[in-house]
């Protein structure tokens, strides 16, 4: 996956759930909760295939804790419900995830350069 492909996929998922967490409908909730499940498989399987090629344990832990956080995020998703609270909550964990992804992505291009 692109860094820049998965920024815009992480900024568009971030609205959804940003979304899910102030409107009142659960059409927004839904529509959140699916796409949070369809990232996290797709990132989780990048993550999966990069472990099978990483150099050193060190990457391989990087990877599984991204991809724990990602379980982690949609265990809260699924249990939200139409609590807009609790979406504020997934909205949180979504963006701490986020931003270590991006600390992680940022430590890959250092050392592959």
Known sequence: ????????????????VERAAREPASESR????????????ELAAHFTEQESRAA???HRDAH???RAELAEIDRHAR???????????VA????RFARALDEHERTEEL???
């Open 64 to 66: 599984a804790r991204l």
């Open 79 to 89: 249990a939200a419900g139409d609590w807009p609270e609790s979406w504020r909550a």
């Open 56 to 58: 050193t344990g060190a």
């Open 111 to 113: 050392h592959a350069s």
């Open 30 to 41: 839904q529509a959140a909760l699916e796409a949070l499940a369809r990232f996290a498989g």
């Open 92 to 95: 949180a964990s979504f963006d």
């Open 1 to 16: 996956m692109q860094r820049e492909a998965l920024e815009q996929r992480v900024a568009r998922l971030a609205r959804a």
